[in-house]
């Protein structure tokens, strides 16, 4: 004959655990809350950039950082790819400095989008589309000529 094992019912915890372990969860909930709300970015509306003081000694420097790309390039001292990296690089900064597009970190898709809100950046995004090929491809085939002469065409149409 088996022998009785005595059963025991399931534990009773004190009352105050339940409100305990909510407490924590909440504490936890709202330090990651207060964390997240902290640390994010300013929403608000930057000051649009003040335009350069002297936009013809801006201009000039730009065609002078342009041409000093092309003859590295023409001399060989610059691969095609990297002459067509640094264009775009000056191009960029030169619109990034000169008005309130945030070109330099603009992708050609977001380039696109702000030329349909202002046209006045479609010499910009025709550079950009042109250096773009030469600029992702290790085998380069681009005319670095062409590209500085592109580079200086922006630099001197951009208001």
């Known amino acids: 004959m088996l022998a009785a094992v005595e059963l025991y019912g399931p534990v009773r915890y004190r009352w105050y655990w339940l409100p305990l372990g909510i407490g924590l969860l909440v504490l936890v909930a709202a330090w990651y809350g207060y964390v997240f709300w902290t640390t994010r970015t300013d929403r608000t509306a930057r000051p649009r950039a003040a335009r350069p003081r002297d936009l ?7 065609h002078e950082w342009i041409a000093d790309v092309g003859r590295h390039a023409h001399s060989g001292t610059m691969s095609v790819r990297v002459a067509h990296q640094r264009l775009s690089e000056l191009v960029r900064g030169y619109v990034a400095e000169t008005s309130s597009v945030p070109a330099a970190s603009m992708t050609l898709r977001e380039l696109h989008a702000a030329e349909t809100a202002s046209p006045q950046m479609r010499p910009v995004t ?13 085998d380069s085939r681009g005319d670095p000529a062409a590209a500085v002469a592109i580079a200086h065409q922006v630099v001197e149409t951009l208001p």
């Open 126 to 138: 025709t550079a950009i589309g042109v250096f773009y090929p030469s600029e992702f491809d290790y």
């Open 56 to 62: 013809a000694a801006t201009r000039s420097r730009y």
